[in-house]
């Protein structure tokens, strides 16, 4: 008889979509080249989209989510990976399309995964995790189009959510001064400054309807907002400036004007994790273990088991969950 393992599924019914946990064998998990023993992963805004239902994120069913997931490598078909490697995997469709990180296993194709750096364990890489990928992605983008310490404050949107928070770390370590906008500023702005932000700013300055241009502030910006924010933030863009987007909390849409583009020269770098290249994501995990205080990076930290997740994928979608959750799918 084939061994068990425990998983969360996600299923079509009738009323809509149900989660159910479950015991599962490999023929349930799909292809794959490699087989991985999972032990941590962790709840990112689109698990939270997956777990509740409320986009169209999950697009096969039944479907184990769960976008992350760390591990020890099974066993491998694949020419890059042996059993007792230990592997990070973010986005490529998983739990999205294949089955994910919510499960004691996982089998993907080797393509996507990564070997972690030894600076970094497989729990820190769940508190990293796609948020905190995306996070150095980011960092990176504003490095390539020049925004150095020297140019100015680097303003960082949602800033207590995953996304944020990892970048306020990570900015602040090199460097820069980082202004952090958050939308709890009184009671988030103690934690915010102890992971770097020299200033905290209410998140309700940037939800109106922007000008076309506003007052020069800021000489780059990482935003995982999107909509009136994200227009708010290219209309106050310093010259030359450049504002990396990589989420949509707030919206899909973008109500603001070319002003910024062409009359200050800004840049809107668009910021990709689902289907990035390889050599990127190398970068990314090999800055990670380089550039980000663990410290600070556990300070931004919870916990949680597999049983917690339908509650935390409904918590990160109303905004309570601050920072960063590792799952330990064994607990």
Known sequence: MSQTFRALRVHKTDAGQELRFEDLTLADLGEGDVVVRVDHSTVNFKDGLALTGKSPVVRAFPLVP????????????????????????????????????????????????????????????????????????????????????QKGEVLVTGAAGGVGSVAIAVLSKLGYTVVASSRRKETEGDYLRGLGAADVVDAADFQGPARPLAKERWAGAVDAVGSHTLANVLSQTRYGGVVTACGLAQGMDLPGSVAPFILRGVTLAGIDSVMRPKPDRVEAWNRLAKDLDLAKLDAMTSRASLADLPRLGTEILEGKVRGRVVVDVNA
């Open 66 to 149: 769960g976008i992350d997931f760390a591990g020890v490598v099974e066993s491998s078909d694949h020419a890059e990976f042996k059993a007792g490697d230990r592997v990070v995997l973010n986005g490529w469709g998983v739990g999205e399309g294949h089955n994910g990180g919510y499960a004691q296993m996982a089998r993907v194709k080797g393509d996507w995964l990564v070997k972690l750096p030894d600076a970094i364990s497989n729990a820190h890489a769940m508190a990293i995790g796609t948020a905190g990928y995306t996070a150095l992605l980011c960092v990176l983008g504003l490095e390539r189009l020049g925004v150095t310490p």
